[in-house]
Each structure stands twice: as structure tokens, then as C-alpha cells.
């Protein structure tokens, strides 16, 4: 059969691009050649419009508000799975047999204990710092614990060591984040917890009292990182594999990533999200006010969990974790006016002709943040959550990039300042 093509013409001059079709019907121009035939580049800012890989991990259908991982969907892989399940599915492609799972958490579990020098690190930083500094900073830090891991074309055994290593310390460091700005001492990892109660146990135990992992609490924290595993080709995703694709190791793309989250546009949302509810009750509880702020293009204010780049439906994330929040507060006796607010605030969003028409729903972290609140998580902790949650899509992202051997990521501009201009001396300026 013959190749599709999309014909562009420029001119007199017509070029002809292949058509590239994915295996759920995506189709892209493969805008390759365009340049050499033709010198002219394309421009998207934002990348609004840009397919930067072919990528087989992630389906995302934001008309349809379909996600999938690796063909299942995200609905009966948060009802059914654990987190390193839907982990080892992301980075490895399959389900993992009894065996493969038993292998992986068991690795896993071995690694979660970090070197007591990374205290040493933790030491150097004062209260003040938010833990998503933190944590970008130990996850750079692992370069040195672990200096084989700078090559990222070392041996799958090594690329392996090294995926293991920091789903297994990721946690810590986000606790020991936590207890740095707490001013508490660190709690280390106890191995016959499993990874989400071992993060609990060490966010919350202290030496003046034990802390018992509530298994309610437990399976919410499963649920929810299992929601926040892998989101295509988002903007930390895409740091991690542009970052990646220099040849930088896991641990510094890693890194990247944890930075490129912490944004309110992105990750940062689910906090920004509890202070904007929490402003809104200190100021009286009017929800109208607030969209009116929204809707007004001289205010910079936006109304934080609502949007999305790619889903112009719904988020299926927000449907779960909005039936999740429900359940959580309920089994966890937890009344809390915010979501009230925040319910509020969904009703009015969801009948104004502004939100309507620009397909303004809301998004995972317009609920995240009120179920964190319920276990107890602390405001600035949210995005680290989410970064825990994001951590295998990362690496499976990483890997696929390596494994294609993908060339560098470097985009081209529209230059649009000054041409070429003699120097002024500076007596003359
Ligand atoms: N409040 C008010 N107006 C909004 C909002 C909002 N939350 N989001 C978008 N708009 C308006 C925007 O002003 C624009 O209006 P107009 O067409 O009149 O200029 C229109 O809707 C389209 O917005 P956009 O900024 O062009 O859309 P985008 O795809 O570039 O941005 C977004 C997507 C998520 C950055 C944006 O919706 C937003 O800022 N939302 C609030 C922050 C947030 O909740 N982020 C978390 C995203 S989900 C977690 C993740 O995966 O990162």
C-alpha cells in the first residue's frame, strides 16, 4: 500500500510529508524533511499542537477523557493494582507475573535505607525550604552515591540498579523533606511495610509516639499515585526526556522533572488549589466572587484545578479521586468546609457559559490536595506527593527515550529581534 502523505503547498512549490499513524488512529505529519525541502521550520509555541516522539506508554483521548496505561484503563488499574504494579507496567510494558512482582517490590524494598551521608545534605538546609527543593536536590545527589549510574548506556542490569534504587529511596527523601521542615528527626525505613505504608510510617512517626499506618489511609495513598503515574507527553515529562536525551543520566533528568512539576500550572496546582479554597473561605465563603475574579482577563487570578492542555471533557482522574475524596473523609470521619467550598465552587464552574465554553473542567489536583489534607498530608508536601506518584512514568518516559537512542531535543525559533548593527562605543550611548 502506498504511503499516506499530507501535501503542503508553499508558493508554486508543493512538498509532500508522510503521514504518520499511531495504533489508536493518532495521525501526525512527519514534518521532518520539511525544512531541507522547503526552509521553512514549524511554530507552536507551548507545543501546543507538536508530537515530540512515538511513544507506547500512555494513551490519552482528552475529547473522550480516555486515559490508558499500556492499554489498561487507568479506572480498573486504580481500582485493582498497586502502585509498583502499575510501576513495573510503565517501565516494563506488562502486567508482571507473580514472580517478576515478587522480584521487583523485594528489590524494591532492599534499597530504601539511604546512605547516612545524605543526612549530611539534609542537614544543610534550613526549614524554610520547601520540600520539592529538597527532593529535586537528593535526587541530584544520587549521582554521587551512585557514580555508575552517570552512564546511561551502561548495562540493563545497571539501568535497572539504577530504576530500583530510586523508586525504593524516593520516598525516604520525601519524608526526611518533610522532617527537615518540621525541624523533627528523620525516621528511617522499616522493610516489612509496604511502600506506601513505609512512606506513611516514616512522614509520621515520632520518637515521642508511635504511629500506627491506618490501612484506609494506606490504600487512598495507593490509589492515589497509582492516578498520578504517567501523563504522556505533559511538561515535566517532557523535561525528563529532553533532558535525557543529551545523554544525562536517569537520576539528573530525574531531577529535572521534579523541577519542571513544582510550577503552579502543573504539579504545584494541587497546592496552590488548597490556598486558593482556603482564601476563599477566610474571605466569606463567595464562591461567585472568585469566578468573577477568574473570568476577568485583567486579573491575573485563574481558578487553580481547572483546565486542561489535553482534556477538553473531563479528567478520569478527577472523576476517581472526587468519588475517592468522598469515601476517604467518610471512613476517616474528617469534616472539612473547604470541600464544601470547593464543591461549590464546581457547581457554579460547570454552568458558567465562561468555563463551558472553553471546556474548563476540573483536573486531578482540584481533589488531590483534600484527600491529602484528610491523611493528614501537610500543604507543601503536595506536589512532592505528586512527584512520588509521577516517578515510574518518568523513568518508563527515560527508558523508551534511550531505548529508541532518540537524538538530542533542540527546537528551532522565529527570530524576530534586531539584524546585524554596528557596535556603540560607550562614550556614544
Ligand atoms: N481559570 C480561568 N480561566 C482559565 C483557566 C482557569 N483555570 N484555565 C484556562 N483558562 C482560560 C484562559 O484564560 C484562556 O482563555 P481565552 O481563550 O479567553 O484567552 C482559555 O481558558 C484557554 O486557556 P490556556 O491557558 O490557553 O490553556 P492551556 O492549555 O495553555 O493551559 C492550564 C492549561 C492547565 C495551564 C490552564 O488551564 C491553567 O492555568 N489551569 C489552572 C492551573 C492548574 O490547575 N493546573 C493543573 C493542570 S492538571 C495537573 C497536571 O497534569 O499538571
Keep these: 500500500m502506498a504511503e499516506e502523505t499530507a501535501e503542503i503547498k508553499v508558493g508554486d512549490k508543493s512538498i509532500e510529508l508522510p503521514l504518520i499513524t ?27 499542537n507538536t508530537g515530540a516522539t512515538q511513544s507506547a506508554i500512555t494513551f490519552l483521548d482528552g475529547e473522550k477523557g480516555i486515559l490508558r496505561h499500556r ?67 537528593l535526587v541530584t545527589a544520587m549521582t554521587a552515591f551512585y557514580p555508575e549510574s552517570l552512564d546511561p548506556n551502561r548495562s540493563k542490569e545497571a539501568v535497572y540498579m539504577s530504576i530500583v534504587r530510586i523508586l525504593a529511596k524516593m520516598p525516604t527523601f520525601a519524608a ?111 464562591t461567585q466572587k472568585w469566578m468573577d475574579k477568574a473570568k476577568d482577563k485583567n486579573d491575573p487570578f485563574r481558578l487553580m484545578g481547572f483546565g486542561h492542555r489535553v482534556y477538553k471533557n473531563f479528567d478520569p482522574r478527577a472523576k476517581i479521586i472526587k468519588k475517592a475524596a468522598d469515601d476517604v473523609l467518610e471512613k476517616l470521619g474528617v469534616v472539612d468546609p473547604v470541600l464544601d467550598i470547593a464543591k461549590g465552587l464546581e457547581e457554579v ?32 508536601m503536595f506536589t512532592v506527593m505528586f512527584a512520588l506518584g509521577r516517578l515510574p512514568g518518568w523513568i518508563a518516559q ?12 533542540r527546537p528551532r525559533q522565529v527570530y524576530v529581534g534586531e539584524t546585524e548593527r554596528p557596535y556603540v562605543d560607550m562614550s556614544k550611548r
Design 22 to 48: 499511531g495504533t489508536e488512529n493518532e495521525t501526525a505529519i512527519n514534518i521532518g524533511k520539511l525544512r531541507a525541502e522547503s526552509g521553512l521550520i514549524t511554530l507552536d509555541p507551548g507545543y501546543k
Design 71 to 137: 492499554g489498561y484503563s487507568i479506572e480498573e488499574l486504580a481500582e485493582n493494582s498497586t502502585f509498583l504494579e502499575v510501576a513495573y507496567l510503565l517501565i516494563y510494558g506488562e502486567l508482571p507475573t507473580p514472580a517478576e512482582y515478587e522480584t521487583f517490590t523485594k528489590d524494591i524494598t532492599h534499597h530504601t535505607l539511604v546512605h547516612e551521608d545524605f543526612k549530611k545534605i539534609l542537614d544543610g538546609f534550613p526549614a524554610s525550604s520547601h520540600p520539592m527543593g529538597v527532593l529535586s536536590s
Design 176 to 286: 526526611w523533606a518533610f522532617k527537615n521542615q518540621m525541624g523533627h528527626p528523620v525516621v528511617y525505613p522499616k522493610n516489612n511495610l509496604d511502600y506506601c505504608s513505609n512512606f506513611l510510617h516514616m512522614m509520621f512517626n515520632l520518637p515521642s509516639q508511635d504511629y500506627d499506618v491506618d490501612p484506609v489511609v494506606s490504600a487512598a495513598l495507593n490509589k492515589l499515585l497509582i492516578l498520578h503515574a504517567d501523563h504522556e507527553q505533559n511538561c515535566s515529562t517532557s523535561t525528563v526526556r529532553i533532558v535525557g536525551s543529551s545523554q544525562a543520566s536517569l537520576y539528573v533528568s530525574l531531577s529535572a522533572g521534579i523541577n519542571a512539576l513544582w510550577g503552579p500550572l502543573h504539579g504545584g496546582a494541587n497546592q496552590a488549589v488548597i490556598e486558593m479554597l482556603e482564601n476563599i473561605k477566610a474571605d466569606g465563603g463567595d
Design 349 to 380: 464552574a460547570l454552568k458558567d457559559p465562561y468555563f463551558v465554553e472553553r471546556n474548563l473542567y476540573p483536573n486531578v489536583d482540584f481533589y488531590s490536595g483534600i484527600i491529602y489534607r484528610a491523611l493528614g498530608i501537610p500543604t507543601e
Design 398 to 409: 527515560w527508558k523508551e527515550m534511550r531505548e529508541n537512542n532518540e537524538p538530542i531535543g
